[in-house]
C-alpha cells in the first residue's frame, strides 16, 4: 500500500489541484482494489482453465478406455454370433437326422407290425393245421 506522501507525489504529477487530493487518494486505491481483483480474477480463471484442461486430458484417457472396451465387446460379440450360426447349423444337421431316424424307425415298425401279422397269420394257419390233423390222426410234420 503506497503512504500517503507517495500519493501525493502522484496527485502533483498527474497537476491536479492541491483540494482534489483526497479524490485522488480514493481514485487511486479504487483503481488498486480494482487492479487485485482483476488479478485475482485473472488467477481464477487460469485456475478454471487448468482445471477444465485437466478434466479434458481425464475425459480423453476415459474415452480411449471406453473405446477399446467397445471394441473388445464388438470382437467378442462377433465370437459369439459366429459360434451361435455354428450352433444353427449343426442343429439344423441334426434335426434333418433325427427326421431321416424317426422315418427310418417308422418304417421299420411298419415293417415289424407286417411281420407280426404276417407271424400271426403264420401261428393261425398252424394251428389249423394241427388242429385238421388231429382231427385226420395224422401229422405228416413235426409240429413246435
Excluded at 481514485?27 to 482494489?33: F, H, K, T
Excluded at 480474477?41 to 479434458?56: F, G, I, N, V
Excluded at 474415452?63 to 462377433?78: A, C, F, H, P, S
Amino acid at each position: 500500500m503506497a503512504s500517503k506522501s507517495q500519493m501525493l507525489r502522484q496527485a502533483k504529477s498527474l497537476e491536479l489541484p492541491e483540494n482534489e487530493n483526497l479524490g485522488l487518494s480514493s481514485y487511486v486505491l479504487g483503481r488498486r482494489q480494482h487492479q487485485q481483483s482483476t488479478e485475482r480474477l485473472q488467477k481464477e480463471k487460469e485456475d478454471l482453465e487448468e482445471e477444465r484442461w485437466e478434466e479434458k486430458k481425464m475425459l480423453e484417457k476415459k474415452i480411449k478406455r471406453l473405446e477399446g472396451q467397445v471394441d473388445r465387446y464388438k470382437q467378442d460379440l462377433n465370437e459369439v454370433q459366429s459360434k451361435n450360426d455354428d450352433l444353427i447349423a449343426e442343429n439344423r444337421k441334426l434335426d434333418r437326422e433325427l427326421r431321416y431316424a424317426n422315418d427310418r424307425v417308422s418304417e421299420l415298425q411298419m415293417e415289424m407290425d407286417k411281420v407280426k401279422a404276417h407271424v400271426t397269420s403264420l401261428e393261425a394257419t398252424n394251428r389249423t393245421l394241427k388242429t385238421l390233423a388231429k382231427k385226420a390222426g395224422t401229422m405228416p410234420w413235426s409240429v413246435m
